[in-house]
């Protein structure tokens, strides 16, 4: 197959159109069975429901090509349990995990000339998602949907690629007590526009959340979780029910303990403790691991001696083994890898 005329290097995290994407609808209690489609417009009445009241949900993974030439994606079944859970939260039918994964390596499999080659840095993007599409006036869920599956080449989601990042601990919230912060619905995205931009505005690459009852312990930013490293090479992650069960931070955690022989400890982190951390990251899917250099809480600076040069030797580690986990270079835990 040959593969489009695309510089891959210089590539950014932005939109490009490929050529086929997968529909399936919703109507009578039941979905179709969904195809390939090359037309990327959606047309639907001006009172649907996404449009009115947000009642969208999404996915992201990536394609990428390893090492040896083979297509693959990475724990796509998560992706489709996730979606699940999503679902139900914001009364919506579900897409069931299954047929998931198959729309999802159908779409790559059809855009195949634009997953970036091994070694060029980028990779396909693939963004699955399930919105209400029938008129809905009065506060209910829609009765008709859309399932969508479509890709996009990407390169890092930060500009600057792996160079570390300053974050700013945010005075916005992100996701309330028993709300949505767990799943990856559209309305957690659209209400974090403004503080990122904020955030931007005032100099930082990102925003830290904090928990909305208390103020007192770190959440995640507006797209990836934290991951943070103790002086003595303990990997933590926050715990916590408003935060989006990120599948990289999951995988992480265990390449941390079998892979690097670490211990990884999942619990609740204090602000208060940042400064007694050696290394901090952001993980996901778009993310990766980015580095954290830099936190400022209202003006008090908390520095990891990781510095703002380069990834802390834990987090490189880390990086290493799951990138090469996800181009084939080291064996991958049964299941994680998906060949399309
Ligand atoms: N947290 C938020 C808010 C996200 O949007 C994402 C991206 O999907 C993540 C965390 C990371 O999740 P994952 O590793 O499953 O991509
Ligand atoms: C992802 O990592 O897939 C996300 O959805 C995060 C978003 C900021 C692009």
Known sequence: MEKKNIDWANLGFSYIQTDFRFVANYKNGAWDEGALTEDANVVI???????????????????????DGRIVTFRPDLNGERMEQSAKRLEMPVFPKDKFVEAVLKTIRANEAYVPPYGSGATLYVRPFLFGSNSVIGV????????????TPVGPYFKGGVKPLTIRVSDFDRAAPRGTGHIKAGLNYAMSLYAIMDAHKQGYDENMYLDASTRTKVEETGGANFLFVTKDGKVVTPKSDSI?????????????????????????????ELKDFAECGLCGTAAVISPVGKVVNHGNEICFPSGMNQMGPVTQKLYDTLTGIQMGTIKAPEGWVVEV
């Open 140 to 151: 209910k869920p829609a009765e008709e949907y859309q399932f969508r599956v479509f890709t």
């Open 244 to 272: 989006l069960p990120s599948i990289t931070r999951r995988s992480l955690m265990q390449v941390a303990r079998e892979y690097l022989g670490l211990e990884a400890e999942e619990r609740e982190v204090y602000a208060d």
């Open 45 to 67: 009445n001006e009172c649907a429901c996404v449009l009115q009241y947000a009642q969208t949900v999404f996915e992201g993974m990536k394609a990428y090509t390893t090492a």
